[in-house]
Nanobody, 117 residues
Framework: VQLQASGGGSVQAGGSLRLSCAASGLTFSRFNMGWFRQAPGKEREFVATITWSGGSTTFADSVKGRFTISRDNAKNMVYLQMNSLKPEDTAVYYC???????????WGQGTLVTVSS
């Protein structure tokens, strides 16, 4: 199983980025997907999840109203659209896959997002 996150970069506060995660080696449409992040010196934290069907999403309070998560099961892709970015969103972002929400069996390698003020 491989999860390849991409789309990170440097952006000014208020800007937007779209992260992508390409999955392979698994029956993607069976897996719930999540995005997590880890800022320098901090523990990894939950950002957003989406169920296998795309029918339900959840978000951390810190990103609600600014981030959206979506998936394309035909392409084995999950996305994180990040708008109104803040310096505190600076982190390495990881995608994860699990058959159960909260039990993440597979992790991607991470993509760095840097938001400057």
């Amino acid at each position: 199983v491989q999860l390849q996150a991409s789309g990170g970069g440097s952006v000014q506060a208020g800007g937007s980025l779209r992260l992508s995660c390409a999955a392979s080696g698994l029956t993607f449409s069976r897996f719930n997907m999540g995005w997590f992040r880890q800022a320098p010196g901090k523990e990894r934290e939950f950002v957003a999840t989406i169920t296998w069907s795309g029918g339900s999403t959840t978000f951390a309070d810190s990103v609600k109203g600014r981030f959206t998560i979506s998936r394309d099961n035909a392409k084995n892709m999950v996305y994180l659209q990040m708008n109104s970015l803040k310096p505190e969103d600076t982190a390495v972002y990881y995608c994860a896959a699990g058959l159960l929400i909260g039990s993440w069996a597979y992790w991607g390698q991470g993509t760095l997002v840097t938001v400057s003020s």
